[in-house]
C-alpha cells in the first residue's frame, strides 16, 4: 500500500471518530432524557407503584391494562378518547390553515417589515405554556379583564365567563392552542414558499392561470413537504398536550383529555402512578398509530399529486 493511500485512509478514519465523538454527547443526552424515561415509562405500567414513599410497590403483569380496558367506565373512556381526538383534529386544521394564510400573505413582495411580523407571529411559541395560559387568563378574567370588560361593559354584548363555562371553555383552549402555535407552521411553510422558483408562476401566467390555479397547481404541491412536516407535528403535540389544559381550566368545564387525565391519575390525591404510566403507554400506542397512518395517507396524496 502506498504512503499516499496510507495517509487517505488514516484521515478518514480520524474524521469518522471526531463525527462519532461529536455525536456522543447529544446522543447521550437522547438516552438519558428520552430512551431512558420511556423505557422507565413501560416498566412501571406493569406495577401498582404510587407516589407516597412509605407504601412498597409490586409487579403487577397486565392488570393496569386490564383495568383500563375492562373496568374503566365506558362512557368515561369513550368520551376522554373523543374528546382528545375532537382536540386534536380541531388544532391540526386551524392551525394548518391559518399558518398557510398568514405565510402567503408574510411572503409577498409588497409587505414591509415582513420579517418583524414573523418574529411577532413566532413569539407565543417561544414563551411558553406557563406565560401564554397566564395572558389568557388574565384577559378574560371575570369581571375586570381586559376582553371581558371590553365586550360586556363597553360594548353590551352578554357573553358568558368564556375560560369557565361548559359552552366555552373547551373551544377556547383550541384557539388559544392554536395561537400559540401558528407562528412556528408559518415559518415552516414560509421556508417551503421561498423554495419555489419564480420561473414556475411565471410559466403559469404565461399559460393564463389565474391566482387560484397557480396556487393549486404550483404553490400548493411544491410546498407540500412542509405541510406533512406541520401536520405530523401538530398531531403529535396535540393528542398528547395538557400543560395549556392543567394551567387554564384544570381539566374542568368539559376539557379533560387523555393528557390531562394522565397528569391527574399520577399526581392528583390517588397519585396511582403505575395505571398511570399504563394511561401513557395507551396514548403512546394511539398517537404512534395516527402518525403512521396520517404519513402513509400524506404520502399517498403525494405521490397522486
Given at each position: 500500500?502506498?504512503?499516499a493511500k496510507?495517509?487517505?485512509?488514516?484521515?478518514s478514519l480520524?474524521?469518522?471518530r471526531?463525527?462519532?465523538?461529536?455525536?456522543l454527547?447529544?446522543?447521550?443526552l437522547?438516552?438519558?432524557?428520552?430512551?431512558?424515561?420511556?423505557?422507565?415509562?413501560?416498566?412501571l405500567?406493569?406495577?401498582?407503584?404510587t407516589?407516597?414513599?412509605?407504601?412498597?410497590?409490586?409487579f403487577?403483569?397486565?392488570?393496569n391494562?386490564?383495568?383500563?380496558?375492562?373496568?374503566?367506565?365506558?362512557r368515561?373512556?369513550v368520551?376522554t378518547?373523543?374528546?382528545?381526538?375532537?382536540?386534536?383534529?380541531s388544532?391540526?386544521?386551524?392551525q394548518?390553515?391559518?399558518?398557510?394564510?398568514?405565510?402567503?400573505?408574510?411572503?409577498q413582495?409588497?409587505i414591509?417589515?415582513r420579517?418583524?411580523y414573523?418574529?411577532?407571529?413566532?413569539?407565543?411559541?417561544v414563551l411558553g405554556?406557563?406565560?401564554?395560559?397566564?395572558i389568557w387568563k388574565?384577559?378574560?378574567?371575570?369581571?375586570?379583564?381586559p376582553?371581558?370588560?371590553?365586550?360586556?361593559?363597553v360594548l353590551?354584548?352578554?357573553?358568558p365567563?368564556?375560560?369557565?363555562?361548559?359552552?366555552?371553555?373547551?373551544?377556547?383552549?383550541i384557539?388559544?392552542?392554536?395561537?400559540m402555535y401558528?407562528?412556528h407552521?408559518?415559518?415552516?411553510?414560509?421556508s417551503?414558499?421561498?423554495n419555489?422558483?419564480r420561473d414556475?408562476?411565471e410559466?403559469?401566467d404565461?399559460?393564463g392561470?389565474?391566482e387560484?390555479?397557480?396556487?393549486k397547481h404550483?404553490?400548493?404541491?411544491?410546498i407540500w413537504?412542509?405541510?406533512?412536516?406541520?401536520v405530523?407535528?401538530?398531531?403529535i403535540?396535540s393528542?398528547?398536550?395538557?400543560s395549556?389544559?392543567l394551567?387554564?381550566t384544570?381539566?374542568?368545564?368539559g376539557?379533560m383529555?387523555?393528557?390531562m387525565?394522565?397528569?391527574?391519575t399520577?399526581?392528583g390525591?390517588?397519585m396511582?402512578q403505575?395505571?398511570?404510566?399504563?394511561?401513557?403507554?395507551?396514548m403512546?400506542?394511539?398517537?404512534m398509530?395516527v402518525?403512521?397512518?396520517s404519513?402513509?395517507?400524506?404520502?399517498?396524496m403525494?405521490?397522486?399529486?
Amino acid at each position: 500500500m502506498s504512503i499516499a493511500k496510507r495517509k487517505k485512509r488514516h484521515f478518514s478514519l480520524f474524521d469518522q471518530r471526531v463525527i462519532y465523538a461529536c455525536m456522543l454527547p447529544g446522543l447521550v443526552l437522547f438516552f438519558c432524557f428520552s430512551v431512558l424515561p420511556s423505557l422507565m415509562t413501560l416498566f412501571l405500567s406493569f406495577t401498582d407503584i404510587t407516589g407516597a414513599l412509605s407504601t412498597d410497590w409490586h409487579f403487577i403483569g397486565f392488570d393496569n391494562y386490564i383495568t383500563f380496558f375492562t373496568r374503566t367506565n365506558p362512557r368515561d373512556l369513550v368520551s376522554t378518547i373523543g374528546r382528545t381526538f375532537v382536540y386534536g383534529i380541531s388544532v391540526v386544521v386551524l392551525q394548518n390553515v391559518f399558518a398557510l394564510f398568514m405565510a402567503l400573505i408574510l411572503t409577498q413582495r409588497f409587505i414591509h417589515g415582513r420579517n418583524v411580523y414573523r418574529a411577532l407571529f413566532f413569539l407565543p411559541a417561544v414563551l411558553g405554556s406557563t406565560i401564554v395560559a397566564y395572558i389568557w387568563k388574565m384577559l378574560f378574567t371575570v369581571p375586570n379583564g381586559p376582553l371581558y370588560y371590553f365586550l360586556r361593559i363597553v360594548l353590551g354584548i352578554p357573553i358568558p365567563s368564556i375560560l369557565t363555562s361548559f359552552q366555552t371553555s373547551f373551544s377556547a383552549i383550541i384557539l388559544i392552542r392554536v395561537w400559540m402555535y401558528m407562528g412556528h407552521s408559518c415559518l415552516i411553510y414560509i421556508s417551503g414558499l421561498q423554495n419555489i422558483s419564480r420561473d414556475l408562476y411565471e410559466a403559469a401566467d404565461i399559460d393564463g392561470a389565474t391566482e387560484w390555479q397557480s396556487f393549486k397547481h404550483v404553490t400548493f404541491p411544491m410546498i407540500w413537504s412542509s405541510l406533512t412536516v406541520n401536520v405530523l407535528m401538530s398531531i403529535i403535540g396535540s393528542l398528547k398536550t395538557y400543560s395549556l389544559i392543567l394551567l387554564i381550566t384544570g381539566g374542568d368545564y368539559g376539557t379533560m383529555t387523555l393528557g390531562m387525565q394522565i397528569f391527574n391519575t399520577a399526581f392528583g390525591g390517588s397519585m396511582q402512578q403505575g395505571y398511570a404510566a399504563c394511561l401513557e403507554m395507551v396514548m403512546f400506542l394511539i398517537v404512534m398509530l395516527v402518525t403512521f397512518t396520517s404519513n402513509a395517507i400524506l404520502r399517498r396524496m403525494d405521490q397522486t399529486t
